[in-house]
């Protein structure tokens, strides 16, 4: 075994040789201080030698712990030993758990009456330069109270020397009053948590350049502008009051007592170098466990200079360094170790286990110069990063610790970890890595009752390592069985259950649910026959959380109904869709199928029905299905088209639609007669088709025989249907005058009119132009339109004379008046939900003007649709079109008038480059309200100058005339490497990409410099063209395609221009690359879900994600961080570069962190009162509606309701007091715009959680009634 050694006296030797034999007897049962056994003799603290005053608490006392020191034995080169023969003014030796300093001994004084004597003489004196180092620890915080002092109080004469307290400073004092002579901290240096050291070199001597210094750990800490100031000392020690440790010279002085503990006090009679500083300051701070200052690095260094602890390499790695290590020129034995900072957590000890002090750990270190050392991060202690490792869900520990291992020679230590991260209740480990990248490839270890033993050979010289905690297991679920139904209530952050159904023979099966109940009896394939044993497990995805354990238990007896049931739905489904038609079978056999399927009902709903019963009802239900017999019909006879029109008659009659009172009483008994006579035909099993004919015929002309009463006016439509837009108000047969608008792009369009009277006579004329004749549930004949109203009249004359005319007054926008987010051009008011106002229907979205034939050349350059000659083009070699305006000629047609509609086509295949635009034409453009389309076979593309920041671009530019900035718009085929990418992903993705990616750019350029334009104020169009002979229902959405082929959903709408399909994207980019992709959901528990078609819609557009097993819980409660990426998604704002977020819980490595940022950044959601975002928590109704209306706001930027307004709105929900109010605004504007709907007619519920299903279906009604995607 290594102990370090020390020089010994010879009356040294008879003490040890006495305690020796009174050991052997067992006279002596306490702890001696450290008796020291070494055979080296230590050079000095550090290795640094010839120490004038070497006193170390560890050696030198002579007694055990607890008991007084009178004399502590100098281990320096002048034998200086400090003494006191008084038992009461004897400081107390403890070397026990709870005075050690680092497992460290230390040296009690009680602030009254300790103090111990030196030889002031074999102490520096006069002017002669010194170096003093303590390390204590004050038990006050306010006081003088002095570690050392020495020579002559005289406060004229700087004649002593005291390395003291005051207050909260620390430093020393020659005893002058003078603020330029004493070297004091500043305030706050000083606590009564931790050891503290203070060291002072002073190179001594009369002239201006004697230099004083005070350092802590290797950083300078006097106060430079106070008591601390750099300039040469008049210190001039003298020696006629003695030296004193503890207290104030001179000894009969009872002031200034020191109340702590003091550890080690060092004294040379030169001033330290930098390099000798280093290496005391580090074997100072390995003993007594503090950090040295890493304000500049400063690494540990042995004896030898050689490197404990590289402060560069470890720069992050610099918080709480902690070692245990052995230095034979310091003698330095130091075998377990804790930072004696705050925040510690971590002990290290050599061997098996962690004792109580250093003293009486018994094992050794074998190398001298040898040491294991680590850092950590400075993180905190919570537990949040998630990994998985033997099937163990682990969180790992912020705190991230880093080893360095000097001349080490691996052996076992442990490891005691104090509470850490809130919890202990859960299983911790030691997680090691070699690289920063915690994953299932590091090993870990258990630490059982606060500790682990790891032999070190586990990490590598500069490995890592963290603490870890096992995930929080969820709650167990409360089960109850009702019936057959399984039910509990939803665990938090579960995200599916496992049932486990067992019988008694202990064969078990085991079913995954996404919801919170199941039908034990609806299983399939069906449970057999039995008794069955039921627990459910709550099982998650989340990694901070692991599965639960099992519930309490239900016991289910189950009678296998399921084949009876499916036999009975099956023939009542035949029944009721006329597959099975009673007319058609013996009246026997059919009441006894009726009887069969009455008893089958009886036994299915008789719960004390035993599976003898269930067996015998299906077998005599299956008899009866099967013996069923046909009436017999005379071979070839075909009743079918007289039985339709028999069918179609009776139902009108019910319905209403032929009314008797409306015909002639000879005329519908005709109709009468020919209904009975049908159904005499039908039912005669001889009947032949001559008689089926002819009864078919009498019918066909009694129905159109019915004469109406005289006077009964039928001259009224039943519908009237535009092609583009929709009527206000919506139609109705007995109002006559209606109003629509369109967009100016729209010049014809046509009218479907459906009249009451089959006979009608229907005409349509347009400005008083000539009638035309329009044809009963026909579309009419293209209408022109003309830019302002147009008054277009529908006259509807029936077979008695009687005329009614309707008229539509349609407005023809100047221009499209700027862009509503999109929509087709079909389609009428969406409503309202739940008693709520219907929206008015937006304006959509205006369609591009289609192109006239070109009159000469290949480029066709239009206004308003006409002609207009004002750019030019050429082909060029690369299958590119280059088109250049004459910006004289475009200013020409822009001064006849505003609001016109212009459009530069080229027909030709390939990539499409239009120059010649400046920054100032867009601005003109924007002023007029006109507007600019370009296109070719690829695409269109509005120009978004209305939409821009044009100030922006020239700002952008150095500020330059708009006139002088180049604009240049590109429409091209995608990159191959693009293509190829967005095909990859595509493949893997399991979505189908319909159209190559199209690149739409529009850039600025002003002396070789080009910029892009920011982010839209306001949705702008795209148009990209869809393939020929595409099936328009086989298009899920458009896509923004990024550089590395991944897609995000913009919201899209599928229309058609000049027959030709077009996908009509709306997003705030003013350039990217587009495509349109196929991506059909169904997700299997949402396919009897009220929500069933919005959640497949939303989803096939990449906006919310499933289960991953084509399941998607639509009643499990969504959380903040689940909405905010819906939001986002829907709305087509994802993008790659997304901004900074500022909620301090959210990291740059969660999933959702780029959702969140970009709708903090729209400021769609926000975060709470304390700054966190908690994107865990689930979300009432109400802040979903909020965070929606913010949405809605940033598509529809619409006036927001009033109070009056607010009040009304809400005032048709029962449950509306309960709306928070910083919600009433949001939910009121909802309602008003037919996007909210109740939790059922007449109630909000605001304050319950909002499901999945609900937030999808709020979205869609959003994107719906602003257009941005098809009804």
């Known amino acids: 075994m290594y102990t370090a050694g020390i020089r010994k006296k010879p009356w040294q030797r008879l003490i040890v040789l006495v305690l020796s034999f009174m050991l052997t007897l067992g006279t002596l049962p306490m702890s001696l201080a450290h008796a020291d056994e070494i055979t080296e003799t230590p050079v000095g603290p550090g290795g640094v030698g010839a120490p004038a005053l070497w006193l170390r608490s560890d050696r030198g006392m002579g007694v055990a712990s607890g008991q007084k020191v009178s004399n502590w034995e100098d281990q320096g080169s002048k034998i200086n030993n400090a003494t006191q023969d008084v038992e009461a003014n004897q400081p107390t030796y403890w070397d026990d758990r709870s005075h050690n300093i680092n497992f460290n001994p230390v040296l009690e004084y009680n602030g009254t009456s300790n103090f111990m004597k030196l030889d002031v003489d074999k102490l520096p004196q006069g002017k002669s330069p010194r170096s003093i180092v303590t390390v204590s620890k004050t038990n006050r915080a306010s006081g003088l109270s002095y570690i050392i002092s020495w020579g002559k109080s005289d406060p004229e004469a700087y ?397 289910y007896i189950f009678i296998n109904k399921t084949k009876l049931k499916a036999k009975a739905d099956e023939i009542n489904g035949k029944i009721e869709t006329g597959e099975l038609d009673k007319e058609e079978y013996t009246p026997e056999t059919w009441q006894t199928l009726q009887g069969a399927l009455e008893a089958a009902q009886t036994v299915f709903n008789d719960e004390s029905a035993t599976q003898t019963a269930v067996d015998e009802a299906l077998q005599a239900l299956n008899d009866a299905y099967e013996n069923l017999e046909k009436v017999s019909t005379a071979p070839g006879v075909d009743k079918t088209k007289l039985k339709a029109k028999a069918d179609e008659i009776n139902g009108k009659i019910e319905t209403g639609e032929l009314n008797k009172e409306e015909y002639t009483p000879e005329t519908w008994q005709t109709l009468q007669g020919a209904l009975e006579a049908a159904q005499t035909v039908f039912n005669d099993e001889s009947a032949t088709q001559t008689a089926v004919d002819e009864a078919l015929q009498a019918l066909n002309d009694a129905r159109n025989g019915l004469t109406k009463v005289p006077g009964t006016n039928t001259s009224t439509l039943q519908t009237l249907i535009p092609s583009v837009g929709s009527l206000s108000p919506a139609f109705d047969p007995g109002k006559d005058t209606y109003t629509m608008s369109v967009p100016n792009s729209v010049y014809q369009f046509q009218l479907t009119p459906t009249a009451l009277d089959p006979h009608a006579k229907i005409e349509i004329s347009v400005g008083n132009s000539a009638w035309q004749d329009a044809s009963n549930g026909v579309a009419s004949e293209n209408l022109p339109l003309q830019v302002g109203g147009n008054m277009i009249i529908v006259k509807v004359t029936d077979s008695l004379g009687h005329v009614t005319e309707y008229r539509i007054n349609v407005n023809r926008a100047s221009s499209d008046n700027g862009n509503n987010g999109g929509g087709n051009n079909g389609g009428g008011n969406t409503g309202g939900n739940g008693g709520s106002t219907p929206a008015p229907t937006p304006a959509p979205t205006p369609v591009p003007t289609p192109t006239p034939t070109a009159p000469k050349d290949n480029l066709e350059t239009t206004r308003d649709g006409n002609y207009q000659p004002f750019a030019t083009s ?100 995608s990159s191959d490497a693009l293509i190829s990418s967005a095909k990859n992903k595509a493949a893997t993705g399991g979505y189908e990409l319909l159209v190559n990616p199209v690149d739409l750019d529009l850039t600025f350029t002003k002396d070789g410099q080009t910029v892009r334009s920011g982010q839209l104020n306001g949705y702008a169009p795209k148009y990209i063209a869809l393939p020929e002979g595409i099936d328009p229902n086989r298009i899920t959405t458009g896509v923004i395609v990024n550089p590395d082929g991944n897609i995000f959903h913009v919201p899209t709408v599928v229309t058609k221009i000049d027959n030709r399909y077009y996908a009509l994207i709306n997003d705030l980019r003013s350039s990217g690359s587009y495509s349109v992709i196929w991506n059909p959901q169904d997700f299997e528990d949402a396919r009897t879900h009220w929500g069933k078609m919005d959640v497949n819609n939303i989803a096939a557009r990449l906006d919310l994600k499933g289960n991953g097993d084509n399941t998607f819980s639509p009643d499990r409660s969504v959380t903040r961080s689940e909405f905010a990426e819906i939001v986002v998604n829907g709305l087509g704002l994802m993008a790659q570069d997304a901004p900074q977020v500022h909620f301090p819980d959210v990291s740059p490595s969660d999933w959702y962190r780029n959702s969140v940022a970009i709708a903090s950044d729209f400021d769609i959601v926000t975060g709470y009162d304390d700054g966190y975002f908690k994107g865990s928590q689930q979300i009432t109704r109400e802040q979903g509606f909020a965070m929606v209306a913010r949405a809605y706001r940033l598509i529809q930027s619409g006036d927001v309701p009033n109070q009056e307004q607010i009040a009304s709105e809400l005032a048709r929900y029962e449950d509306a007091a309960d709306v928070s109010s910083w919600a009433r605004e949001d939910v009121a504007q909802l309602i008003q715009a037919g996007i909210i709907q109740g939790n059922g007619p007449e109630v909000l519920s605001p304050k319950a959680s909002m499901t999945r299903a609900e937030v999808t279906a709020l979205i869609a009604r959003m994107l719906k009634i602003t257009n941005l995607i098809d009804k």
Do not use: C
């Open 159 to 555: 004649s002593g020397i005291g390395m003291l307290q005051n207050g909260t400073r620390g430093g020393l004092t020659p005893f002058n009053t003078a603020m330029d002579q004493t070297l004091y901290t500043a305030g706050g240096f000083l606590g009564t948590m931790f050891p503290n050291e203070q060291f002072v070199t002073w190179t001594g001597g009369d002239g201006d350049t004697n230099k004083a210094r005070l350092y802590s750990k290797m950083k300078q800490v006097q106060e430079l502008n106070g008591w601390g100031k750099d300039n040469a000392k008049l210190w001039d020690t003298g020696n006629s009051e003695g030296a004193i440790i503890g207290k104030l010279i001179p000894e009969a002085n009872n002031l200034s007592y020191w109340q702590g503990t003091i550890e080690e006090i060092i004294v040379y009679d030169h001033a330290l170098t930098d390099a000798e500083r280093q290496k005391v300051s580090t074997y100072l701070a390995i003993k007594y466990g503090y950090t040295l200052d890493q304000t500049t690095a400063n690494s540990y260094v042995d004896s030898n200079m050689a490197t404990i602890w590289d402060s560069n390499v470890n720069a992050v790695y610099t918080h709480r360094v902690t070692s245990i290590g052995r230095d034979d020129q310091s003698g330095l034995m130091q075998k377990q170790a804790k930072a004696q900072e705050q925040g510690s957590i971590l002990a290290i000890a050599l061997g098996n286990s962690v004792q109580d002090t250093n003293s009486a750990n018994q094992n050794d270190l074998l190398n001298n110069s040898s040491f294991f050392t680590f850092g950590d991060n400075g993180a905190n202690t919570g537990f949040k990063t998630p990994m998985t490792k033997d099937e163990k869900k682990l969180l790992l520990m912020e705190r991230i610790y880093k080893v360095q291992k000097t001349n080490w020679n691996d052996t076992q230590i442990t490891l005691q970890v104090d509470q850490a991260g809130g919890t202990t209740e859960r299983p911790q480990y030691v997680v090691i890595s070699d690289d920063e990248q915690f994953d299932d490839q590091d090993s870990i270890h258990l630490i059982e009752n606060g500790q682990v033993t790891i032999n070190t050979s586990n990490f590598g010289p500069n490995s890592y390592f963290t603490i870890a905690t096992a995930a929080t297991p969820l709650t167990a679920p409360e089960v109850k069985l009702i019936g057959d139904e399984l039910k509990w209530e939803a665990v938090e952050h579960a995200d599916k259950y496992e049932v486990t159904i067992q019988l008694e023979d202990g064969t078990t099966r085991k079913v995954e649910v996404p919801g919170t109940a199941l039908n034990l009896s609806q299983l399939e394939p069906s449970l057999e026959s039995g008794t069955y044993t039921v627990t459910v497990t709550a099982k998650t995805n989340n990694p901070a959380y692991s599965d639960s354990e099992e519930s309490n238990q239900e016991q």
């Open 874 to 973: 050429k082909p060029s070699g690369d299958k590119q079109t280059l088109v250049q305006v004459d910006p004289a000629k475009l200013n020409t047609a822009m001064s006849q008038g505003t609001g016109q509609q212009f459009a530069i086509h080229s027909p030709n295949e390939g990539d499409m480059k239009v120059d010649g635009l400046t920054l100032e034409t867009l601005k003109q453009l924007t002023d007029q309200g006109s507007k600019l389309n370009i296109s070719n076979p690829l695409a269109i593309y509005p120009v978004p100058g209305g939409k821009m920041d044009l100030n922006g671009v020239s700002k952008e530019l150095g500020n330059v005339a708009m006139k002088d900035i180049a604009v240049h718009v590109d429409i091209a085929r």
